[in-house]
């Protein structure tokens, strides 16, 4: 859609109440741009976007992806989709409608407006990996009738209805291979490895491991995996995808939890339980696409991530005392 003044885009964001949603309004609005924030608040969180009401180039519309949208927009970030286990599995046919159904009505409202549209994936597409590190090439160990596969058979789907629209309609698509993103605004009951960690330690609970703990894991801080988002998303109608974005540096599950206890000075002893079905014994992306098509890597390690992450669930466990 022709704009008439400077580079300055109405962008939709899909999900955009969420962890990475949020920080991605907050990236296109500082860029100058006018976001469009669509989503259902399932995990997302008005708290989250709190401080961008006042923003005039920022609007916040409360609607399911499953339905159709009508709306005049740029560019297109699909994000809706809860994304830790916890949340997918609480209404699993639900997560699966959002996943394809979501991807069908944006990729509907992208080919009748003509615009790019971005697809947030992520590395459980691969399943529980025989290859290590993934590449994109890899087609995935996945199993289609685990308590797992709403989840992941709903993002791979979705990668399937992209890459049609794209040969069929000619659709300018963008899929992105997310692994592990941590950082603030993570929700903080979402069972995710960090957020739990983080909380077990801060309020000085044991700090459970599944497994004994040497399955590894990587972690990306939520600002770089924003830029790999958005540079993906300034790429030519040549680069469709699918990237992995996420940052290679392994941790065993193990030293994640003693970084955790020492840097939050909690006592917490560590404990452990069974491995839930379908857990992965190691995941790590392969970013070499990623470096020579968008020069991008990630620059933030997790010392510095943690840290930037604990001060959040800090403030927010003193926000909820008072
Ligand atoms: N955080 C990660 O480590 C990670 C890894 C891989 C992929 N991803 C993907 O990135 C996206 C964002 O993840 P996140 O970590 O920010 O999760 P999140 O749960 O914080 O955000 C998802 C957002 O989508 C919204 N949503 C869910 N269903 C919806 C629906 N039917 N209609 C409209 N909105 C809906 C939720 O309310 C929430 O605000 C997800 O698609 C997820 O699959 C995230």
Redesign the pocket.
Known sequence: MARLYDNRKRILV????????SHLCDRLLDQGHEVLC???????AKRNLNHLHANPRFEFLR????FPLYVEVDEIYN??????PI?YQHDPVQTTK?SVH?AINLLGLAKRLKVKILQ?????VYGNPTEHPQTESYWGNVNPIGARSCYDEG?RCAETLFFDYHRQHGLAIKVAR?????GPRM?PADGRVVSNFIMQALRGEAITLYGDGSQTRSFCYVDDLITGLVSLMETGPEVTGPINIGNPAEFTIRELAELCREKTGSESELVHRPLPQDDPRQRRPDISLAKTVLDWSPEVALSDGLDRTIDYFKKLMAAARH
């Open positions: 899909a999900g955009g109440a969420g962890f990475l949603g669509v989503d259902n608040l399932f995990t997302g609607h399911d992806v499953c994000l809706a989709c809860p994304a830790s949340h959002t979501g947030a994936s992520t590395s459980e993002k997310i692994f592990n993103t941590y929700h």
